[in-house]
């Protein structure tokens, strides 16, 4: 043997480990953040290098820049937005310090229109802001943002935004020395193009994620353009009720100088840069025009903001915000008595051991205060309607009545929520109260699976049914989301009474992002999960048959029925509050009748902070909190 | 007159087994791991749910464990079926076994081995063949959960004989109204999460561990002896193929190997986890049976057999592998141990099958609901069962060592 050719096969060798280790990168990733998540590994928590200073605050008084705004609000005919009435802190606090939260899964990225689930809303909270806000009292009034007037003359056609003027944007997270620097480094001011970019973002078809999932929410805006620097001119084509609520809620600035560029600052070609916005190099980072500027994202391990002195608004109340990504339930609290963190929301886990049968002082310390929040969100099990084992509503029903939601709301979850029948939080008016829920019961759901046709014709214990010339036994596994020791109880529990009526089910616990990629595939039988509700129901993004083949968008069970979708187009075109309600209850009996998902319940997340943070203000929307007004009574010992 | 029989020269085996037989550590620790088995096998002789016997009022007499046995719907893993059917086989041909095992040892050697050979063969195939027909043939037992109807049925003021295993819980059926309980004279070690008896899952997981131990090993080494075999007996191309392939694999960390191969996996089972474990271990017999051929093929045996024309099968598989096992022996030994540990840090993590209930999987429940019992209880077990593994490991390698000879 010569020795080139060992040579070469050494080589070849190496290749091969290579080739190995690229493919498994990223399931490393996932494994090495799960061994973070476990051993508890941390950063370094960077200190605020000042001292917190008192800053006098009184809950009437309004910062000049408020004062002025409301003043120019009666300027345009058909004003949309209300004056402002409150500051977001109003409460006496310190400013400054670092404020450590937690949270219980990585993020998936950065880019509000690439992340999916709500975490990605709640952290642009941070570091960017939106056209309005809503209001702190009554939710139903939007008050001005970046949008100091938002008027529509001619009654909800045409909207006239004016942007704010001198909002400054974030400097991009790039090396000085970098080949783009000098055009990603220039000083920027928000204009009437970064509103457009967004809209063109949600607009472009090859964009996936949340701006596919967005995209039917602005099928009615047929153009929109910028008439000035400041001012941008948007045409529907129809009223619809989601328009108004989509415009303020979904649409933030995001720069055209960063997303349509690569990194050596060359623009992309005009036909394919949505392709690249998918798969940005950017995603992994934040960038905004908000309170707090994007410092860090280490995955598995924390996500840190620190205040921007440039703010146009409000000063924000902490100089750095940490996110610690704890996967580990136990881990919250044991770090929040350790005071590493400044407050957590509770597992039931954690609930069950720490609060449940036990009285103040909570956790052994009279400084910790224990407040509960209803969410807006609703947990179920969704069932694929496009596999012929669920395409039967009765084989649905049955599935429903199989699971004990009432017992395992009482003793999984600590009696800490509600069971809830359809698809509506139970605060709103559209959750029909009358609807109960399909009752625990065996019996009737062995008689329904008769029904449908589903018997055990082997007697081998799995009822089976002729499908397609084929033999199919009634066996089926269920995603279920693996960080969380409650799903996997649920599963156990669900597991036995399913085989006590003949349906045989295997529980796969999977990560979140991997749960996130099968649900879009439609690579799932069934599913847990949950949906952050808005307070304005819509209920085209997830029920309406049009979206069921839209690859990326939230109709994953691909429900088709031409009742819904009659109801779901009827409520985008009701503006009368009663006739709205009458839609919304209509649909909820469709879907109590149609069990496309199993409804689960909707709950109240307990939650401990220390004695040095400002009461943790809850307000109904989505996502839930609005951190920004979270602030630090006294500097922290 | 006769004359009287000349003593037999000890074989190798005979004298690693005599050897091994004075080192009583090892010894004791072998028998703990019998014990382990006895466990393992009798699991639902001492916990189920199901009673041996059963009669309401003057009915008929029913036994419903006997029926629950072999039903596939209930003890869903493979590895419930193979120590059920195990369980049963033994009761049944066992004492044959032992009886015809006794009476040939009588006969001299070669003819005894055979014989032995033989009836060990036999009772394995009979076996093999009712695990075969158990999992052909499918059927049902009665679901219902017995200390409940029996309560039920009390309640109407029936006599009901009921007779059950020692310990009345079953390791699937929880109540999920009684979570979380902590010991009792009922849960002697308390409810997981799901309300079910932990000390009836720890005795299951025992199955989980020793088949996964057992299993994993058998699988690799064989694999891992062919390999090797082949590499050192023939060398030059097909050992440097082989050799590259093993670095390959070696130079991954194998815990994370395990971790990122069980992260592609959906639906997980055991078997899976097994073909997973074996994946990444099985260049460590590789290695050691190559070298021991490299040495072996140039002794005068080897050459001798050559000579007499036999083929290269029968040089390599029956003259050079038999002499080459020793070292392959006692890493077995030791492998049992660290792939019930690789086992258990699977499921402790969340990534081994969610259905079994295996020790780490009890930890991990025990972990995030913070009990005391659900934690020290699998961990313990954990512990004693892999230092009783080493501990014999050990012994092996002792009785192996011809310097360390007592």
Known sequence: MTRSSQTALQLGGFLLLAAILLVNTRQLDQVEQRLIALEGKEPRVIEAPTAPVAAPATASELLPWMEADNKGLSRNAGEVLSPHTRRLVTATHVRGGTLRRQFGSDTRNLNLYMNNSTDGTEWARYYNNRLAYRGLENPDLWHPELAISLSTPDGGLTYRIELRKGVKWHKPLVAADSPGAAWFLRDRELVADDVLFALDIIKNEQITARAASLRNYFEALTSYRAIDDHTIELVFKERLTSNLPALLGDVEPMPRWLYQYDEQGHRYDEATWGLKFNEHWYNNKGIGVGPYLFERWEPGTVIEFKANPDYWGESPSFDHIMVYTLKDQQAWVRKFKAKELDYTNLQPEQYRAEIKGKSPPWMGDANVTLSEHPTLSWFYIAWNQARPLFADKRVRRALTMAFDREGLMNNVYNGLGAVISGPFPLQSPCYDQAIKPWPYDLEAARALLTEAGWTDTDSDGVRDKVIDGKKVPFEFTLMIYGSSTEYETIASIYREALLSVGIRMRPDPVEWSTQQKRQQERDFDGYTGAWAADLEPDLMQIWHSSEADSPGSSNYISFRNSDADRIAEGLRRAFDVSERNKLCHEFHALLHEEQPYTFFFQRRTPVVSWSWMNELEYQLENPNRDNRRYSFREARP | ?406
Request: charged share 15%; aromatic share 12%.
């Open chain 2, 1 to 406: 007159m006769t004359e009287p029989k000349p003593p037999e020269d000890p074989t190798w085996l005979d004298i690693v087994v005599g050897q091994f037989f004075r080192r009583s550590l090892s010894v004791s620790a072998a028998l703990g791991v019998l014990v382990l088995w006895g466990l393992a096998i009798l699991a639902p002789v001492m916990a189920s749910n199901k009673p041996f016997v059963w009669r309401v009022g003057d009915g008929p007499l029913q036994f419903p464990w006997f029926k629950s046995l072999f039903d596939q719907i209930f003890f869903e893993n493979g590895v419930d079926l193979f120590f059920n059917t195990l369980l049963v086989a033994l009761v049944v041909v066992g004492p044959a076994v032992f009886l015809l095992w006794r009476r040939s040892a009588s006969l001299p050697r070669r003819p005894r081995t055979l014989r032995r050979g033989w009836i060990a063969g036999a009772a394995v195939g009979i076996w093999l063949v009712f695990l075969g027909g158990v999992m052909a043939f499918p059927y049902q037992a009665p679901k219902e959960v017995y200390p409940l109807l029996e309560k039920s049925v009390r309640a109407t003021g029936q006599e009901v004989l009921a007779i059950y295993p020692p310990i009345p819980h079953s390791f699937r059926d929880g109540d999920i109204g009684r979570a979380l309980q902590p010991s009792s004279s009922d849960h002697w070690l308390g409810t997981d999460s799901s309300g079910r008896d932990v000390l009836t899952r720890l005795l299951f997981g025992t199955r989980v561990s020793l088949t996964v131990g057992v299993f994993a090993v058998a699988l690799y080494v064989t694999l891992g002896v062919i390999i090797g075999a082949l590499a050192g007996y023939f060398g030059g191309w097909v050992d440097l193929v082989i050799q590259r392939v093993i670095e390959v694999v070696i130079c991954v960390p194998s815990l994370f190997l395990v971790l990122s191969v069980a992260s592609f996996l959906t639906e997980r089972s055991i078997f899976h986890i097994l073909f997973i474990i074996a994946a990444v271990s099985w260049t460590g017999p590789a290695r050691l049976v190559r070298a021991e051929f490299l040495r072996l093929r140039e002794l005068d045996f080897v050459a001798a057999a050559r000579a007499a024309g036999f083929s290269q099968p029968v040089i390599i598989f029956q003259e050079i592998l038999p002499n080459a096992l020793g070292p392959v022996l006692v890493s077995a030994t030791f492998g049992v141990a660290s792939a019930i540990l690789v086992e258990s840090t699977m499921s402790f993590l969340g990534l081994g099958d969610a259905t079994l209930p295996s020790w780490g999987q009890i930890l991990n429940n025990g972990r995030s609901s913070g009990v005391w019992t659900m934690i020290l209880a699998p961990g313990s077990a954990i512990f004693v069962t892999v230092s009783l593994l080493n501990l014999v490991g050990e012994g092996v390698r002792d009785a192996l060592d011809p310097k360390l000879r007592k």
